[in-house]
């Protein structure tokens, strides 16, 4: 446990030095550079912005909004991949249909769906979750299916001497035995659904009265308030690092780094 | 040949063919073998003869194309847990899984209460107390295959079946191994089938030998009339390897 | 070194011969889709500026919403852009150095509802989502003149907006599904009230309380100041545009009819009778600055129309 405290905290440090290095010469660019604080604000006023966002409360909710949203459409599209999985490995037809859906809809840009969403989904919180659901599926889907080939057979071997159900063989082999594609696949699941969500808040608008992030940005573009603008993609990083770091780091290395086992 | 006792694994009549594109490949036929319980049986034979199939017939992991494998008298169509295969690879555990973990995997489908766990006498036993929560990637080669002996005896199977499991190791390892197979054998007299290249590895462990020729037929089955401890003459020893190399060598046609 | 020196004088010609009257002066115009742009198209097409000023070079840029375009003027791509009195008033207010030069059109513009529950803006609740191009558009700060002139309240509806641009808004709207009104401007506005159930709930000008200017003309201060005589020609060209639309409307419907999948007549029709009018007058820019100088959407107020007007010399 103290080790993995400490690789955290080695890794944390390193990442701030790094930040803190890119935010100097972001400050030397201000400074050198005299821009006009519309095109390229300070540090400073950015932070002011920051503060002055969430003491006005409403960045605060919509940093919740964001997260639920994500969450949400994380959960029921790793759900529907796992459905997928289960079909693909059950049959020879269910494995083409499934390899057929993902290369239609995997190099689709959730974006490019938007027309269509609106018009079955209307403008509200269940198309945003629609959007980050089809982000999610297909890159997970598809390491599910390279986790699961990738079992060795031996491992399968033993669980049917141990005459394992399929719900156990599912739960005590399969599942663990592919783990570190499993992870890849919400890692690459993750990023992708933040990016769609963010985009897709832009143009959605104040969803559940206050909007998401995506939302905050967009109204301080619109407005010209750039250091506001800038406040909302500091935020949009910090999360995505945190999720990075805290979340799937520590799973990693509570699973795959400590079993040993890496893609 | 055969001890009259009850016998416990029964093969009758096996055959098995490998089918590919475009020709058929015909392992074993017609092969029948009586195994005694409590027996421990060596097979030896030449690469490719057929043992691993036999093995993965024996525990129902392949079927058969023809025959039966009958267990106490009743035919058995599916793996089960009371027939256990231990298999050459070298990643046979869990990596998921403590290495108490995996033993204790066996023992899961047993329904024991926590003191009646073999576990920790078969961590003692195999000298791996000290590791019992590592990981099998912080292993060495002999700890993992210690490991996996611990836990394929500690399902209580009737029928050990095991596919050349010390191949890979070196010769200090490989005695060591040998003996603590012996031990947990004296101990637990469960039935073993126990396929490999090495005569040598045969001879000391095996009760009985059979040898198999390339063909997938059976050209000896006797027992193994060296005494199991204490010293038994070189010349003994050197007069079996020699008729057994023999068969064996004689067996492979070029 | 005697090299260099030859090679700078070449430089320098040449950089101080782009700026001959009959040289190569370029502009970057940027100009948005919809009827209201239609001198622009006509400017375009008929190649008026380069009557005026032969030799100059034009860029036409599409951009794809009016704050693509404030972005772009920003940073020093665009001279010269069309959009709404509000949006160009909020990039004043940050600091923004442009001013409006021309007015381009005045559009009958309001808000179309499909609902039969939503007759007055009384009626509208949390859940019934409006679409409009986006915050701080010209739509959205009538949306809120209405809501302070019926409601009491201008930023009411801030919280239920859905951004859309217009083909989308009306799609959304024409669905009849969450989107319950769109405040649009034409065509869209003509082309949803002619469909069964639509109906308008707020027309700009009542929200305004009189006559506007919906899309005007800005200019960079670099532009106008370095070349304020193209810039009046500019302005000229755009004005005759407008005349010929309104003169010749048959011949302009000729031209314009590639950009719209609308037919020829219904075309002609919503030129002629439906509200547009094109007009080199700027209207309703002091209400404008009023308005949301007192709601909060502007920090400063100009404390004289030559730092966001360019009056136009007399013709």
Known sequence: MKYLLNRIINRTLERFMWIGLLILIWISAVWIGSFSPLVLPSPYQVFMSLLKGFSEGILGKQILISIALVFTGMSIGTLIAFAFLFLAVSSRMGESFVTTLTAIFHPLAGIALLPVVILWFGTGALSIIFIIIHSVIWPMVTNLLMGYRSIPETYKIVGRNYQLSSFKMFFKITLPGSFPYILAGLKISWARAWRALISAEMIFGAVFSSGGIGWFIFSKRVFMDTPGMFAGIVVVIVIGVLIEDLVFGVIENRTVRRWGMSV | MKESSDILLSLKNITKNFKSVDSSLTVLKNLSIDINRGEFVSILGPSGCGKSTLLKICSSIIKQDAGEVCVSNVIVNHPDRTRILMLQDDNQLFPWLTVKSNISFAEEFLELKRRESKVPKLLELAGLSEYSDYYPHQLSGGMKKRTALARAFAGNPEILLMDEPFGSLDAKLKIKLQKFLLEIWNKYRMTILFVTHDIDEALRLGRRIIIMNDSGDIICDEKNTLPRVGDFSEDEFFKLYRKYYSLLTGSISL | ?315
């Open chain 3, 1 to 315: 070194m005697r090299i260099l020196t030859v090679f700078s004088i070449i430089m320098i010609v040449f950089s101080s011969c782009s700026n001959n009257k009959s040289g190569d002066i370029s502009v970057t115009i940027a100009d948005q889709y919809g009827l209201a742009y239609a001198p622009l198209q006509i400017l375009k097409e008929k190649k008026l500026i380069e009557e005026q000023i032969p030799g100059i070079k034009i860029n036409w840029v599409k951009l794809g919403n009016t704050a693509a375009i404030r972005e772009a003027v920003l940073g020093g791509k665009v001279d010269i852009g069309f959009m709404g009195i509000p949006p160009f008033l909020i990039g004043w207010d940050k600091g923004m150095e442009w001013k409006i030069f021309t007015g381009l059109s005045k559009a009958q513009i309001g808000l179309v509802t499909w609902r039969e529950d939503l007759n007055t803006l009384n009626d509208f609740g949390p859940a019934d989502r409006i679409a409009l191009p986006q915050p701080g558009s010209i739509q959205h700060i009538l949306l809120s003149m209405a809501a302070e002139k019926y409601l009491g309240e201008s930023d009411v509806f801030d919280n239920q907006l859905v951004t859309m641009k217009h083909p989308d808004g009306m799609s959304a709207l024409l669905s009849k599904r969450d989107v319950a009104a769109h405040f649009t401007s034409p065509p869209y506005i003509m082309m949803e009230l002619s469909e069964p159930d639509m109906k308008l709930v707020v027309d700009g000008k009542e929200a305004m309380g009189s006559d506007f200017t919906f899309i005007a003309g800005m200019v960079t201060n670099k532009f106008s100041s370095k070349h304020p005589d193209v810039l009046s020609l500019i302005r000229k060209s755009i004005s005759m545009a407008g005349e010929f639309i309104m003169k010749k409307p048959e011949e302009a419907v000729a031209i314009l009819k590639n950009d719209y999948s609308i037919p020829e007549e219904t075309l002609f029709s919503y030129l002629t009778e439906g509200g547009l009018e094109y007009s080199h007058e700027v209207e309703g820019l002091p209400k404008f600055i009023n308005f949301m100088k007192t709601e909060g959407y502007l920090e400063k107020n100009p404390e004289s129309m030559d730092e966001i007007f360019i009056e136009q010399d007399n013709k």
